[in-house]
């Protein structure tokens, strides 16, 4: 499985854009990249997946060099509640359906006033 | 509907107790996952059901026993938990591959401390 490497942290304004970079060196061919935001005793949630190119949805922006070896998540204008733990997974699909994903070790945003 | 739901949100188990901890979806996802996870730290993944069969055990003490009834819900099942084993118990789901992938739902887990 890939390990991905992220910030430990980053400290941020409101209003600011955030871009949180993940480092995937040995990403297979089969893999996707996934990006999920979790708050305190919370579960993850998903924000945004991508294989290359760029990807945009309505919170976040993911950003993929043609060499996949790493990956930009993007947060347009943060605001206080964006405080959070980001993770970068990366993985792919199984033969028997499932997936198999590993949490590398987050990134913790804190947005300040 | 389109959530993970585990049940009971907080547990408190003494080391010779026997409990469970449920999850349930009705998305009709048909793999499910239990993470832990300890404070400060990122998930860790415990198990992988596909389609009610174990895929992955990743290497997890026996007093932690995992159960798929059916395509719905999954159960994990402790037993002589020691107090590190307290953490929080993350249930996930994701919905058959294809040709894309569209990552897990997450419960919001259960708080388990062992006294």
């Known amino acids: 499985l890939a390990k991905t490497t992220q910030p430990i942290s980053m400290d941020s304004y409101e209003g600011q854009e955030v871009n949180i970079t993940c480092s995937h060196n040995?990403?297979?061919?089969?893999?996707?990249i996934t990006w999920y935001q979790q708050f305190p005793s919370q579960g993850p949630r998903f924000i945004i997946q991508g294989y290359k190119t760029k990807v945009t949805n309505e919170v976040a922006s993911l950003f993929i060099p043609a060499d996949r070896k790493s990956s930009t998540l993007s947060l347009p204008r943060v605001s206080l509640s964006d405080t959070a733990v980001y993770y970068c997974?990366?993985?792919?699909?199984?033969?028997?359906?499932?997936?198999?994903?590993?949490f590398g070790s987050g990134t913790r945003l804190l947005v300040r006033p | 509907d389109t959530e993970v739901t585990q049940t009971p949100k907080h547990l408190v188990m003494g080391m010779t107790n026997k409990k469970s901890l449920k999850c349930e979806q009705h998305m009709g996802h048909r793999a499910m996952y239990w993470y832990k996870q300890k404070a400060k730290k990122p998930p860790e993944l415990m198990f992988v059901?596909?389609?009610?069969?174990?895929?992955i055990n990743e290497s997890v003490p026996s007093r932690f026993s995992p159960e798929c009834p059916n395509s719905s819900l999954l159960n994990l099942h402790l037993h002589a938990l020691q107090p590190e084993d307290s953490a929080l118990y993350l249930c996930?789901?994701?919905?058959?591959?294809?040709?894309?992938?569209?990552?897990?739902?997450f419960g919001s887990g259960t708080r388990l401390t062992v006294v």
């Open positions: 997974l990366v993985g792919g699909p199984r033969m028997d359906s499932s997936y198999k994903l590993i």
């Open positions: 040995n990403i297979a061919t089969n893999d996707y």
């Open positions: 996930a789901s994701s919905q058959p591959t294809g040709v894309e992938m569209y990552g897990y739902t």
């Open positions: 059901y596909s389609y009610e069969k174990l895929s």
